[in-house]
DNA sequence: AACGTAAGGATCGTTGAACAATTCGACAAG
DNA sequence: CTTGTCGAATTGTTCAACGATCCTTACGTT
């Protein structure tokens, strides 16, 4: 009775100050608080958020390493602007994650979060919720990442996303990107619910030439 | 004639004392020095190397996120122990990373190294240096990896390698292990050179697999 | 006008010391 | 043998300080 609680170790090794401050630097980054390109001032955030310099440093370790953030010795760190390079490098890695994903027999549990993020970018985009189509779009392809089955591919995954959220935050019209995409997954979806999965790769390439190609062209950071 | 030199820009921001630190940890781990599960004293080790607590803290956080040591909440670093489920998971990102980079027309340039890992490889094994076609046959697979062309993949494969140097520290007999793969090296390669990708991609499946329950089998971590 | 130099201020890099919080082992009590 | 309690050891976090580096501005040279 003692065995199943083994599971909930995890949850102990939680907290820190840095992680905690890490995980609030992470969000306010993904939702454009701090704009791709700007500088991170140690002492102004320090003294925001109570906390010692030296903690903050810690936390600046942490996200740098996951890519959001730029450490430049003796100038600070800035948040992270992706260049066109980046991009391409970005849908590189893509289609080996996705493409790997939607060639394997899918569990019917993985395909049941797959369907949901597909019905949800469908409901926002009935509602003009271009944000809500993003996320949606987000949790989609982190959905069909995941039938890799592999911890390590999800946690990359997490980060290729964040990243690539860097990038939309310098773009003017995300409607114009993400609306094509709500029928291309619905699509996609069916392809790999039908067992078909070369055809269902072969989509999921020209769906992602397709995006990096749109993505590329709205893009020009300012360097 | 100052394009190229743009090349160079890395090594510009080259330096800092806690990523020397975290270079010289790393090696220390890699060549076995520190063991896995052995803890590492942040006092003893401050001392040892001359820098603040502060710094090497800052070294350990970044090594934390390349999971070659683990951090516990109060009770300090650990260098990485790997379970067998990591041992699964790495050879499920492996399978994913490796399989793609074999589908793919190979660069000229890239095969030339595969070539000398395999030559290098083939070589140590004549001489009985199993040290030596351990390190070869890391060369061989990184090298086949970076087919990909994507300089975050090569990321990931180098962090995947250096991971899975700890579970080989905790095996007894490192030449059954590796004698197997000299030959099966050369024969890949030919695959490859040849021009017949689903060819490559079965043996590969079928190497990696081979690799795989070996090494579960070997591996019988103390936990 | 373009370039080299110098001075000053701001910020980072690193250190050392300090104290609270937590862990761990030992020992006593039940 | 299990359960409390205590104390030593180690980590988590803060703080203040100083040197090093970078950026800006100003000034003088060519």
Redesign the pocket.
């Known amino acids: 009775m003692v065995a199943d609680l083994s599971q909930d170790r995890p949850r102990l090794g939680r907290s820190?100050?840095?992680e905690r401050v890490a995980d609030i630097l992470r969000d306010r980054i993904s939702e454009g608080f701090f704009q791709p390109g700007q500088r991170l001032?140690?002492?102004a955030i320090s003294d925001a958020l109570?906390?010692?310099?030296?903690?903050l440093?810690e936390a600046f370790r942490l996200l740098g390493h996951e890519r959001l953030l730029d450490?430049r010795?003796?100038?600070?760190v800035f948040v992270r602007l992706p260049s066109a390079a980046d991009v391409a490098d970005l849908y590189r890695v893509r289609r080996v994650l996705e493409g790997a994903a939607v060639r394997r027999a899918p569990a019917e549990e993985a395909l049941a979060v797959i369907k949901e993020a597909v019905l949800d970018a469908e409901r926002a985009a009935e509602q003009d919720d271009w944000q809500g189509v993003g996320t949606a779009n987000i949790r989609f392809h982190q959905a069909l990442v995941s039938l890799n089955d592999s911890p390590r591919i999800d946690e990359a995954m997490r980060q290729l996303l964040a990243e690539l959220r860097l990038v939309f935050h310098v773009m003017e019209n995300p409607r114009a990107f993400h609306e094509p995409f709500v029928d291309r997954n619905r699509t996609l979806l069916g392809l790999i619910e039908s067992g078909r999965p070369e055809k269902a790769a072969d989509y999921l390439d020209d769906y992602l030439d397709h995006a990096e190609r749109l993505l590329i062209h709205a893009y020009e950071p300012n360097r």
């Open positions: 820190s100050t840095a001032s140690e002492e109570g906390v010692s310099r030296n903690t440093r450490h010795l003796n100038r600070g």
